[in-house]
């Protein structure tokens, strides 16, 4: 290890973390898996349990923080994956933020700025849905949205495409050596697939409040959006801030590779709640016989 690296925070190994070598291609792209999903509701329990316990333990050691990131196209089920699988954790300890089009304040800043003022605190789970990273993915694929963000001209693309992957190799490394584990979720969904989930959000009732015709009008630029991933994810996933590509097709087989997989990420982390010492000791001996004292008699 070279002298300026820090020691690296364990990541979880998946069959579907994408290579850090850049050697992704866009056939690698799957959207349907045969990850077994049966027991569904019991596997994922007993997984929310595993993984609240270990987040107490972050929560009352605040040596680490996770973050983890959430991006994909419309209706691959962001929200009901985040939902699903962090339901069981104290809310005291998780955190989740999201990111919709930039307001005029956030375009007067850096691209990392709005985020930067969500990260988590030591001891708690962040999670974003959506990031950064639709700043080298929508972005890319609208450029025109630059207009905004330079208003004094927009710098060459190629070269300031290369300065943001740059920026985000360096931000996820600063992350991970100040001690917070970065996971990377892509929940990629089939043409197909999307396309039927727009039609029950116009269908049922109780989901048209979700439909946006946007979404629609964006599916068309899919090809661009797929040349714009591939080029994200080989730039982007690192040792310290891995990529997970997990097929969206299945809801319930993708929240489970999600669950398992950050919970194997908080293991890697391996939490402990603070030891007490034993001046502190001395102290709870006093308060305990203070304590007993002040309760009434049991005899």
Not at 51 to 61: F, N, P, S
Not at 122 to 145: C, Q
Not at 230 to 250: C, G, H, K, Q
């Amino acid at each position: 290890m070279p002298a300026t690296e820090l020691p690296r925070l364990p990541v979880p190994d998946s069959p579907f973390r994408i290579p850090f070598d850049a050697s992704f291609a866009a056939d690698d792209v799957r959207s349907s898996t045969d990850y077994p999903s049966d027991d569904y509701k019991k596997r994922l329990r007993r997984l929310q349990e595993e993984m609240d316990a270990l987040q107490r333990a972050l929560y009352a050691g605040r040596s680490h923080s996770v973050l983890l990131i959430f991006q994909a196209l419309d209706a691959a089920g962001k929200d009901s994956t985040i939902r699903s699988v962090f339901s069981g954790l104290d809310p005291a300890g998780v955190q989740v933020s999201a990111f919709k089009a930039p307001t005029e304040m956030e375009l007067r800043h850096d691209f990392l700025w709005r985020t930067s003022l969500c990260l988590p605190a030591r001891g708690l789970i962040g999670i974003f849905n959506r990031s950064y990273y639709e700043e080298v993915l929508t972005v890319k694929v609208h450029p025109e949205f630059l207009n905004a963000q330079y208003p004094g001209g927009v710098p060459d693309p190629d070269a300031l495409w290369a300065a943001r992957y740059a920026a985000i190799r360096a931000h996820e490394k600063h992350l991970a050596d100040s001690g917070t584990l970065v996971l990377k979720f892509w929940l990629n969904v089939s043409l197909e697939e999307q396309y039927r989930r727009f039609l029950s959000r116009i269908d049922e009732p109780h989901k048209q409040w979700k439909f946006n015709s946007r979404d629609v009008v964006e599916s068309h630029y899919r090809d661009a959006y797929a040349d714009a991933f591939v080029s994200m994810v080989n730039e982007t996933s690192r040792p310290y801030a891995p990529w997970y590509l997990i097929p969206a097709d299945n809801k319930r087989s993708m929240r489970l590779i999600v669950a398992e997989t950050v919970l194997a990420g908080l293991r890697g982390l391996n939490p402990q709640y603070p030891v007490v010492d034993a001046e502190a000791q001395a102290e709870f001996d006093t308060y305990r016989d203070q304590l007993k004292s002040s309760l009434p008699s049991t005899e």
